[in-house]
């Protein structure tokens, strides 16, 4: 019988492997596992053993061979549980106890015969015997059958507890039943217990084919008294015992019933691939833990779904040769501290985003990305958006006015922080002072060689000298193309280094001399080598226009392919391409003239109606300028038009080399200098390596224009190697040392100036002493440092020796570190603020605008005093009268307006503050550039560079004010300010600015077509964003909708810690103690 359920039940057994339950005895147990249990003969028992394992042998079989094969849900009854349909001792007790049952219903009681008792009412006994028969006595397995003797006095079975008896074995029954099956089977128990108590007239077997409960099914339509009555005095036997089903009929039609039950809908695809991406992730981190396993999983160490994410959303289907090289080092494996560089567009991002990935998903750690500009910091926020929405990991944005101090901590997801230098700086200041420093596993600097770079170099070596004393498990990981004196990096950073040459484009060097092009040879003794004479047929006066033949070099490429040409200053780029256009044929018209319409047509709507007038004659040819005097909104759409190859010639300074990747087929540099400085070689390479668009060019080509005069300097520029870099703590005057030792002093790292003296053996500085410090020794320079601080009234010494003496900052020292304030005008600024207080003016902006004016803006604009004396005379009395109170009157700029002399000068900073105040002012007002530019005189360009540096250092203020407790009053009106200067836009318009790519026109744009949250963008559809907003394209379509939903899930996330952090319970809540109960 038992050979037969199994195969009417057909149930594959998925692994061979049977789950151990020793420590837990039931009446499912099977028999080898209960010794003690049935009173079995041995004889039996081996029977049964070597029976089950006959079977065990074949499901083991039958696993090894079908392990493979797929299983659907009707197959697969149980997985890995045991199944009882093999148990051949358990299936022959059912069929003793359905004999018996049988028996006894089928045999008239002899009781009954002898008594006389009829059916005209049921008798106490006759309930007690149908008890009987329901609850047999408590040895399962040892029933006694019912005797053939004629002794009437002698019942079926012996006298027990019915319900007792069935409460214990409900009991042991669910101890060895599936979680998914107990709570159904107790929930049937107790339905049944219940009816058997409030109705114990009737007998009922709570039990049917599509219940899983292992209760005998049911004596039903026991007929009552009443209906009895009246008729014939013989026994008759309820036709349910007749028909009733038998236990192993009802046991194969519940088990085949439960097999059959539908499962919630699961996309097994997606199923399958959710397991797949987290148990390669499990092997990544095993295999990070032991560095020897050379096995590195599927994509270095990833999961497989990164690599199909970079091919979707990059279009990279392999790496290249050194790439792969690179990501198997020894040193990325064993996670030490690693610098490589390359040339330019060599592929160093990605590299860098692979190993990120690595933290992010396999190591469960937060990364930091230090980028030098906050327009790469944009670009890369929309760049990784999508890889953060599919690998579940968050995007958050460090740069100008945007960040937290320190960041939300998350309990679940990680954070890829990507930031600006500067903010990177306090970022890590922030979480070394809460302790989280250690969370961060991963740091990213690109562009290494900025360290070299003034101030912007100081600030990036103290975040990563204090990265390096303060935590010995962050890796750090620095790229560059132009990097020089690398053992010095190597020996500060503690890094192994990898360097190549590789470039996935050929590129080669020309000079220019006259009209001749000379390819550049370092073999060669001269330098140059002679490649080709131009063929120019230039008239007279455009000889005289264009003596450097520009207009021949980039019609050899234009319009097909396109062309960067590098003018030494912003005019000079303006003026070249109007001049080029000039002479350029009518038939550049016609090439892309739909989209070059469309162009046209947005840079209007960014200008409300106003268009430059170069772009406006140069756009149609295929032409535009790219400079700092853009604004973000005309930089935003040239950058796009120029990579959709709307535009095929660029007219640009040295500033787009270092910025936004816009590679070129030809690449010409107008110059030999930036403004009056002649070029580094870092510089050159920089621009030089724009040429060659991987993918799309075979080679690449650079064309540097050279003056007789300088032909000597250019063999020294295209031959000698990259310029060193340099610590830059002691540039302008030590700023950097003074603002390392504050901060170290601030967050407690250092105490004392021996502890100062062992950190700085930390830094650049301290590997390049000897090279850039001959005149101070670094003790020196330490304490006249202090000296300095203390001065200043922001450090503070205890009694003790000089060396040991014990270090603290003041409150103003700490808001100067906090605030990232320079420490030149933070005396300043306290004095102002404190000023401020005193009769601070809340009814117009203007004074708070003052207050947050940057400081080092002061020197790059002059007042224009006509238009500085007419704005001031449209002033409210008020604000007149602040502008008195901080010590520009009225009858200061009348005077220097009417060009007369001033007895009483003013203070240079406050008036020039003033000015630019103005200007900001006129903005928040009317959120229209253009009209303030033309109105104050400025370009366009160095108002939207005010406005940046204004929303940045009003945020450096806020910090300032919440650490001063007298500034209270502050810090709300900071707060506002800081959002309307970051946006300066109406406040309907600035959630959806808040995603990164999104500029005021776009908003606008988005907000006309209904989108008007930041759920409507997240939400969206990308095909319907292109069909409703003019001029986006799929791409675009796809990263805001991308940008959108970090942004959100970020907010999401950042509430839900809150509300996390506020219930859970305090690890400190007071308990009464035992010695008080």
Not at 2 to 15: E, G, M, P, W
Not at 48 to 57: L, S, Y
Not at 259 to 274: G, H, N
Not at 709 to 731: F, G, I, W
Request: charged share 25%.
């Amino acid at each position: 019988m038992t050979s037969n359920l199994d195969q009417q039940l057909k149930a594959k057994r998925v692994s061979s492997r049977k789950r151990q339950r020793d420590g837990m005895r039931s009446y499912f147990t099977p028999n080898k596992k209960k010794h003690n249990c049935s009173p079995v003969t041995a004889e039996h028992r081996l029977q049964v053993d070597n029976q089950e394992t006959a079977q065990e042998q074949q499901h083991a079989l039958m696993a090894d061979n079908q392990h493979n094969e797929y299983y659907s849900d009707e197959e697969d009854l149980f997985g890995d549980y045991d199944s009882i349909a093999c148990d051949s001792s358990f299936l022959a007790k059912l069929e003793d106890v359905e004999q018996n049952f049988k028996q006894c219903c089928s045999t008239p009681s002899r009781d009954a015969e002898k008594d006389g008792t009829t059916n005209k009412g049921h008798t106490s006994a006759q309930y007690s015997d149908v008890n009987r028969l329901i609850y047999p006595e408590t040895d399962f397995t040892a029933l006694k059958q019912t005797e053939k003797s004629n002794d009437a006095k002698r019942p079926c079975h012996t006298e027990i507890n019915g319900h007792h008896f069935s409460s214990a074995l409900m009991e042991d029954m669910f101890e060895d039943l599936p979680s998914s099956q107990l709570a159904f089977q107790q929930d049937n128990c107790k339905a049944a217990s219940d009816l058997r108590t409030s109705e114990p007239a009737v007998l009922e077997y709570m039990g049917s084919a599509k219940s899983t409960t292992f209760v005998p099914s049911v004596i039903d339509n026991v007929q009552n008294s009443s209906d009895l009555e009246g008729k014939s005095e013989q026994r008759t036997v309820n036709p349910a015992f007749q028909k009733r089903m038998s236990f192993t009929e009802q046991l194969k039609k519940t088990l085949v019933g439960n097999a059959m039950v539908q499962m919630p809908q699961v996309s097994r695809t997606k199923a399958q691939k959710d397991a797949a991406v987290s148990e390669e992730i499990s092997v990544a981190m095993q295999t990070m833990e032991s560095s020897s396993v050379p096995d590195l999983g599927p994509f270095f160490g990833l999961p497989s779904k990164v690599k199909e994410l970079i091919y979707k959303l990059r279009g990279i289907k392999d790496l290249y040769d050194w790439q792969k090289t690179c990501l198997t080092l020894d040193s990325v494996q064993q996670r030490k501290n690693l610098i490589y560089s390359l040339p330019t567009s060599g592929g160093k991002t990605l590299v860098a985003e692979i190993l990120i990935f690595r933290e992010l998903l396999c190591r469960k750690k937060d990364a930091l990305l230090i980028l030098p500009y906050i327009s790469l910091v944009q670009e890369k926020i929309r760049g990784l958006a999508s890889f953060g929405l599919e690998l579940d990991f968050l995007v958050e944005e460090y740069a100008g006015s945007k960040g937290r101090f320190p960041p939300v901590k998350r309990r679940v997801k990680r954070s890829l922080y990507i930031a600006t230098i500067e903010k990177a700086h306090i970022l890590v200041n922030s979480l070394i002072e809460t302790n989280r420093l250690d969370n961060v596993g991963l740091i990213v600097v690109d562009e290494l060689h900025m360290l070299g770079d003034g101030s912007r170099g100081a600030i990036l070596e103290m975040t990563l000298a204090k990265v390096l004393y303060m935590s010995k498990t962050t890796q750090i990981i620095g790229m560059s193309a132009t990097l020089s004196n690398v053992q010095d990096l190597q020996k500060f950073l503690q890094a192994d280094n990898y360097t190549s040459d590789f470039r996935p484009v050929q590129l080669k060097e020309y000079v220019k001399l006259q009209d001749v092009l000379y390819e550049i040879d370092p073999k060669e003794e001269e330098c140059f080598r002679l490649s080709r004479h131009l063929k120019v047929e230039y008239s007279s006066n455009m000889q005289k226009m264009d003596p450097d033949h520009l207009i021949a070099l980039v019609t050899e490429v234009i319009p097909v392919n396109s062309c960067l040409l590098f003018c030494p200053t912003k005019k000079n780029c303006e003026n070249v391409a109007e001049m080029i256009c000039k002479y350029l044929k009518k038939v550049f018209l016609q090439h892309r003239e739909k989209e070059k319409v469309n162009l046209l047509n947005e840079l209007k709507s960014v200008g409300n109606g106003t268009m430059c007038p170069v772009l406006k004659r140069t756009v149609p040819y295929g032409v535009a300028y790219h400079h700092s005097g853009l604004t973000s909104d005309e930089r935003k759409l040239i950058e796009e038009a120029y990579s959709a190859g709307t535009l095929c010639l660029l007219t640009c300074t040295s500033t787009l080399a270092a910025g936004i990747n816009l590679p070129a087929r030809r690449v010409i540099l107008r110059s030999a200098y930036v403004a009056t400085d002649f070029l580094k070689r870092s510089q050159y390479k920089q621009m030089v390596g724009r040429a060659g668009r991987a993918g799309i060019d075979l080679s690449g080509e650079s064309i540097l224009i050279l003056q007789e005069r300088d032909k000597q300097l250019a063999k020294e520029l295209v031959c000698k190697p990259t310029e060193n870099c340099y610590s830059n703590l002691l540039h302008d005057n030590g700023k950097g040392m003074l603002c390392l030792m504050l901060s170290l002093i601030g967050l407690s790292i250092t105490r004392t100036l021996g502890e100062i003296r062992d950190f700085l053996s930390c830094t650049l500085f301290s590997v390049q002493e000897e090279q850039i410090c001959r005149e101070k020794c670094l003790w020196d320079i330490v304490k006249d440092s202090l000296d300095f601080l203390t001065q200043k009234g922001l450090v503070k010494t205890a009694a003790g020796k000089e060396e040991d003496a014990l270090l603290e900052v003041t409150m103003l020292g700490r808001a100067t570190f906090k605030g990232s304030i320079d420490l030149t005008n933070c005396d300043v600024l306290y004095r102002d603020l404190s000023r401020g207080l005193e009769g601070l003016m809340l009814n117009s902006f203007l004074h708070l605008i003052y207050l947050v004016t940057p400081y080092e803006m002061v020197t790059q604009c002059k007042p224009d005093w006509m238009i500085y004396f007419r704005q001031f005379t449209q002033l409210t009395a008020a604000e007149q009268k602040m502008s008195t109170a901080i010590g520009v009157p009225e009858s200061f700029i009348a005077r220097k307006a009417s060009g007369q002399s001033v007895k009483k000068a003013a203070d240079s900073v406050a008036v020039n503050r003033l000015y630019l105040a103005f200007v900001l002012l006129s903005l928040l007002k009317e959120t229209d550039l253009w009209t303030v530019a033309d109105r104050f005189r400025l370009t366009r360009g160095f108002v939207q560079n005010l406005l940046s540096s204004s929303s940045a250092f009003c945020s450096c203020v806020l910090h300032f004010t919440e650490e001063l407790e007298e500034f209270w009053s502050y810090k709300a009106l900071l707060a506002e300010l800081t959002k309307r200067l970051t946006y300066c836009v109406n406040a309907e318009l600035i959630p959806l600015m808040e995603v990164a790519g999104v500029l005021e026109a776009r908003a606008k744009q988005l907000y006309g077509a209904g989108y008007k949250t930041l759920a409507h963008l997240a939400n969206a559809d990308p095909m319907l964003l292109v069909q409703s907003i003019e001029n986006l394209s799929k791409r675009q379509a796809h990263q805001i909708v991308a940008s959108s939903k970090m942004l959100l899930t970020e907010k999401a996330e950042a509430l839900q810690e809150e509300v996390d952090e506020l219930l859970t319970l305090p690890h400190d809540l007071p308990s009464l103690s035992l010695g008080a109960i």
